[in-house]
């Protein structure tokens, strides 16, 4: 079996419009990373409770893809505080309104690991027992979590952005690029490329694929996009919004 029920599109009321900062690829890539992960947790909130209780196969569909997607909000918390914050802190040397953003970006982000590891417990605790209960945990848990992560984007697209956007230049960014390293494996980078591409606007788009490396480029294009369709049908039981 796969998705036990098909639901909307996510282009819908989840997906929140908010006036963007000046663009910028910085801002560009916060954007767009911060609507993929808002959008897959209020997914998986929806889809876990359509699902069967004891049903093995689709419970561990559900829990492994929320393990990515903390994986990767992680990972993104990782270069925004050891790389992004303090090349903008570098670049407005002595900014007390900056420290003072980042302090608060700081506190609510440790709120926001301490729920994923919840998370996590909620997800062992379904693939263990199989009750409706422990689904109910699960589902419950991504809503507050999806909560928690909105509201921490929406402050830091208010009072960071900005600031990226005016102050931290191209080479700079380039730098950060340059040295984060991922460890997603081959098939969760093409997965997470395609969220990232799913409700991106046409600029955001573009400037995300113009960053790949031709090779990844080609591959995204001709097997890549492809396999993202397959792997979001299985587990939503709708095609993506691409």
Do not use: K, N
Request: glycine share 4%; charged share 20%; hydrophobic share 50%.
């Amino acid at each position: 079996m796969t998705a036990t029920a098909v639901l909307p599109r996510p282009a819908g009321p989840h997906v929140v419009d908010r006036s963007p900062a000046p663009i910028s690829r910085a801002v560009a890539y916060q954007r767009v990373l911060h609507q993929l992960v808002r959008r897959e947790l209020r997914l998986l909130a929806e889809l876990s409770t359509w699902a069967p209780a004891a049903e093995p196969a689709r419970t561990q569909a559900l829990t492994r893809h929320a393990e990515l997607i903390g994986r990767v909000l992680l990972h993104h918390h990782t270069v925004e505080r050891d790389l992004v914050w303090p090349a903008l802190q570098y670049a407005l040397p002595g900014a007390d309104a900056v420290r003072e953003h980042v302090a608060d970006w700081a506190a609510r982000c440790a709120r926001i690991d301490h729920m994923l590891r919840d998370l996590a417990t909620a997800a062992r605790q379904w693939g263990v027992t199989g009750t409706c209960a422990a689904r109910d945990g699960f589902a419950m848990a991504c809503l507050d979590l999806a909560d928690a992560v909105d509201a921490q984007t929406a402050e830091e697209e208010r009072t960071l952005h900005p600031l990226l956007a005016a102050h931290l230049d191209a080479e700079a960014w380039s730098a950060i690029v340059c040295s984060v390293r991922s460890d997603l494996s081959p098939t969760e980078q093409t997965l997470v490329l395609g969220l990232a591409l799913e409700d991106a606007c046409a600029g955001d788009r573009a400037r995300l694929l113009s960053g790949l490396p031709l090779v990844r480029r080609l591959a995204w294009r001709t097997v890549g996009s492809g396999r993202f369709r397959a792997a979001v049908v299985r587990l939503r039981g709708a095609p993506p919004a691409l």
